[in-house]
Structure formats: structure tokens, C-alpha cells
């Protein structure tokens, strides 16, 4: 075969997809430690860490640009170019969840109620769990192609995607919590801040949903 082929032959995008995730999860990490600066009313330190995971995100974004450019409509690919798509724009809102939520919280320099740092912590943490469960499953695609969505490693993904699950059962359960005890403060709170409080629950709950449905869009991706 002419060098041509071969190099569209040996054209993937799973790396790629891994170097983008690893940059969105980075979002994610960095903004339990904006969170921590946040509930401390650190805002020097809360504007520098909003501005790293402004300048990950970019970063995500720039991967993201240069994926897409690269997926020629004819090209030779172990699934097809719209699975690709929608896979790297479900990891995007992980990144976009994480920049939303930095930047509505140093904007208007909210803080969460001190009685409920703690369950808002427990949820933070649910989310970044997710995310890295979320990370650690695509960063096995390579090795699922390698033996064709059998074995050993369908294992080891089933088990991480089984955990995705869990953590998001129980994010699900921690905003309940969260909300009802928010509802509980709201006469004594400034009546916008709760609702941005409220949305900013909401976001961080949304980055374990968003985990999960990297997930299930792998296990769509195994099935064809």
C-alpha cells in the first residue's frame, strides 16, 4: 500500500479523545480547590485557580477543534465519525460544567452557607470521582479495540462504568439533601444569591451526570 494509506490507516482518534478528557477532567480537579479557596473567602486565590481552569478549558477546546478538523467524512475508523462527535462533545460539557461554575461564583463572590459546606463538599467530591471514573474508562479504549471489546478489559471498564453509576446514585441523593436543607435558609438568605446557589448545585451535580454519560456512551460505542 502507498505511504497515503497506511498513514489514514493508522489515523485514530482514541488518543486524542484521551488527551482532551484529560484536560476537561483537569477542569474538574481544579475546581474542588477553587471551591475550597471559595468557602474560605480566598478570592485572590479563587481568581487564579477560575483562571487556570478558564485556560484548561481553552486548552480542551483547542483538542476538541483540532478532532474534529481531522475526521475526514471517508476515512477508515473502528466506529463511525458521528460516534467520535458525540463522544468528545459530552466530555466538552464536562469542562464547560466546571468554567460555569467557577465563574458564577467569583463574579458574584458567592458563598455557600457554613451548615452546608460539608454536604456540598460530599457532593464536589461525587462529581470529581465521577469524572475520574469517566477518565479512567475512555483511557481503556485503546486497549478494548486491541482485543475487540473482549476479555480482561471489558471487565475492568464494565467495573468502572458500574461505579459511574453508583456515584451518580448517590449525587443524585446529595443534591436532594443539599436543596432541601438550601430551602430551610432561604428566608434569611439575599433571595438572588439562592438562586444562584441553587444553580450552582445543579452544576456540580451535572458533571457526575455527565461522567456517567461519557459511560454510556462507551457501552454504546462497544455494542456496534
Same mark, same amino acid.
Given at each position: 500500500?502507498?505511504?497515503?494509506?497506511?498513514?489514514?490507516?493508522?489515523?485514530?482518534?482514541?488518543?486524542?479523545?484521551?488527551?482532551?478528557?484529560?484536560?476537561?477532567?483537569?477542569?474538574?480537579?481544579?475546581?474542588?480547590?477553587?471551591?475550597?479557596?471559595?468557602?474560605?473567602?480566598?478570592?485572590e486565590q479563587?481568581?487564579?485557580?477560575?483562571?487556570?481552569?478558564?485556560?484548561?478549558?481553552?486548552?480542551?477546546?483547542?483538542?476538541?477543534?483540532?478532532?474534529?478538523?481531522?475526521?475526514?467524512k471517508?476515512?477508515?475508523?473502528?466506529?463511525?465519525?458521528?460516534?467520535?462527535?458525540?463522544?468528545?462533545?459530552?466530555?466538552?460539557?464536562?469542562?464547560?460544567?466546571?468554567?460555569?461554575?467557577?465563574?458564577?461564583?467569583?463574579?458574584?463572590?458567592?458563598v455557600?452557607?457554613?451548615?452546608?459546606?460539608?454536604?456540598?463538599q460530599?457532593?464536589?467530591?461525587?462529581?470529581?470521582?465521577?469524572?475520574?471514573?469517566?477518565?479512567? *474508562?475512555?483511557? =481503556?479504549?485503546?486497549?478494548? @479495540?486491541?482485543?475487540?471489546? #473482549? !476479555?480482561?478489559?471489558?471487565?475492568? /471498564?464494565?467495573? %468502572?462504568?458500574?461505579?459511574?453509576?453508583?456515584?451518580?446514585?448517590?449525587?443524585?441523593? *446529595?443534591?436532594? =439533601?443539599?436543596?432541601?436543607? @438550601?430551602?430551610?435558609?432561604? #428566608? !434569611?438568605?439575599?433571595?438572588?444569591? /439562592?438562586?444562584? %446557589?441553587?444553580?450552582?448545585?445543579?452544576?456540580?451535580?451535572?458533571?457526575?451526570?455527565?461522567?456517567?454519560?461519557?459511560?454510556?456512551?462507551?457501552?454504546?460505542?462497544?455494542?456496534?
Open positions: 500500500m502507498s505511504s497515503v494509506i497506511i498513514d489514514l490507516l493508522g489515523k485514530s482518534p482514541i488518543k486524542p479523545l484521551q488527551e482532551h478528557i484529560e484536560k476537561t477532567y483537569r477542569c474538574t480537579q481544579l475546581l474542588g480547590d477553587f471551591l475550597k479557596a471559595s468557602s474560605s473567602n480566598n478570592w479563587a481568581t487564579e485557580l477560575q483562571a487556570q481552569i478558564v485556560d484548561a478549558e481553552n486548552r480542551a477546546d483547542e483538542i476538541k477543534q483540532a478532532i474534529r478538523a481531522s475526521l475526514p471517508f476515512m477508515w475508523m473502528p466506529f463511525a465519525r458521528s460516534d467520535v462527535i458525540e463522544l468528545l462533545t459530552i466530555q466538552d460539557r464536562m469542562a464547560n460544567k466546571a468554567k460555569d461554575i467557577a465563574g458564577l461564583m467569583l463574579g458574584r463572590k458567592i455557600f452557607p457554613p451548615s452546608m459546606t460539608g454536604s456540598v460530599h457532593l464536589q467530591g461525587l462529581s470529581i470521582n465521577a469524572a475520574a471514573k469517566a477518565k479512567d *474508562a475512555i483511557n =481503556e479504549l485503546d486497549e478494548l @479495540l486491541e482485543t475487540g471489546f #473482549s !476479555g480482561k478489559e471489558v471487565t475492568v /471498564v464494565q467495573d %468502572l462504568l458500574n461505579e459511574l453509576n453508583l456515584i451518580e446514585s448517590e449525587s443524585d441523593a *446529595a443534591q436532594i =439533601e443539599i436543596r432541601a436543607h @438550601l430551602m430551610e435558609l432561604e #428566608s !434569611g438568605l439575599p433571595p438572588v444569591d /439562592v438562586m444562584f %446557589l441553587y444553580r450552582i448545585v445543579d452544576l456540580i451535580g451535572d458533571i457526575a451526570d455527565v461522567s456517567q454519560r461519557i459511560g454510556n456512551r462507551l457501552i454504546l460505542l462497544a455494542s456496534k
